[in-house]
């Protein structure tokens, strides 16, 4: 495994584990479907201005237009169903399921479409980490099991993968910063639709504002550039196993900053993260991957 791939992967997904901090630190009113779409919509721009002043667009009729659509739908996707999935069936299960379904679904699409054969230590990875995603969501939870909850959160999963395979040939062919301005754009103008009729007089507020560009600019257009760096880099499986530190991250920023309580099972589902990770880190360098066979 490409190394570096490694790391911007695993930056990427620190950044990301910042998002549940923020959106706590949201003020009231602040509803997180709208906190979604403002998230890819700022991200986006953000982008765009990037991507314009660097001329990332000069290439844009070598594009694929089916990977770059398919890219938006899923970037798009995911923040609706990950949202809907965890207001159904609640904060611990529908991010286990969300976070934890993404690993498979990269492996499989990775396998069916790229041709990518993870190897063992890439499930003994995932697996690790993904018992250990459970056991730190659920520590101190109630846990609400919701049938289309679940269904919903499942499907992020299967969105996140999603975007992950179709993006990757096009990161390794044009600008990255263009590649995340078209799938936000296009994807913040699909969410666009749930804005109508919610509230947003807290981005009024110094708070407010603070989380909006935080969201839009850190965990969005800085990690997803990180993320776009490593996943040209290194397999499918790999990159979206590597997210699995989002929920590590998160975990810690809620006992240093929001004054939650480290518990014995949040504790063993931290230690068993972080070993999935080292595994993950110990892979050797691998050799170039099959030939595409399509996106």
């Known amino acids: 495994m490409n190394k570096r791939g490694f790391w911007f992967v695993l930056a990427a997904s620190v950044l990301w ?4 901090t923020t959106q706590a630190l949201a003020p009231a009113g602040a509803q997180p479907v709208v906190i979604g779409t403002l998230r890819l919509m700022v ?3 953000a982008m765009l201005a990037i991507a314009a002043f ?6 844009i009729k070598s594009w694929s237009l089916r990977a770059t659509l398919m890219s938006a ?5 995911y923040q609706l169903f990950f949202f809907a999935g965890v207001a159904r069936t609640g904060v611990a299960v529908g991010t286990i399921v969300g976070i934890g379904s993404s690993p498979i679904f990269g492996g499989i699409l990775g396998y069916l ?4 054969r993870p190897g063992w230590k890439w499930a003994a990875a995932t697996l690790l980490a993904v018992v250990g995603c459970a056991l730190l969501a659920s520590a101190g ?8 909850g679940m269904l ?3 499907i992020a999963g299967a969105a996140y993968a999603g975007f992950s395979l179709f993006s990757k040939p096009l990161f390794e062919k044009h600008s990255r910063e263009a590649v995340l301005a078209a799938a936000f754009c296009l994807g913040a103008l699909l969410l666009l639709p749930n804005l109508p009729g919610k509230d947003l007089t807290w981005l009024a507020q110094p708070r407010g504002m603070w989380v909006a560009l935080h969201l839009g600019l850190v965990t969005a257009a800085g990690a997803y550039s990180l993320y776009a760096r490593g996943l040209s880099l290194v397999p499918v499986a790999t990159a979206v196993t590597l997210t699995l530190a989002e929920p590590l991250t998160a975990g810690m920023l809620g006992v240093l900053l929001l004054g939650e309580r480290l518990t014995l099972v949040a504790g063993a589902g931290i230690v068993l993260i972080f070993s999935g990770l080292v595994v993950l880190s110990l892979e050797r360098e691998s050799s170039p991957p099959v030939e595409e066979k399509t996106a």
Do not use: N
């Open 141 to 148: 939870e109630e846990i609400k099991v919701d049938a289309l």
């Open 54 to 59: 660097s001329g990332g667009f000069a290439d």
């Open 113 to 116: 479409f790229r041709g990518e």
């Open 43 to 45: 991200g986006g721009l």
């Open 17 to 20: 584990g910042t998002t549940g």
């Open 152 to 154: 919903l959160a499942v």
């Open 73 to 77: 739908v899923c970037v798009a996707a």
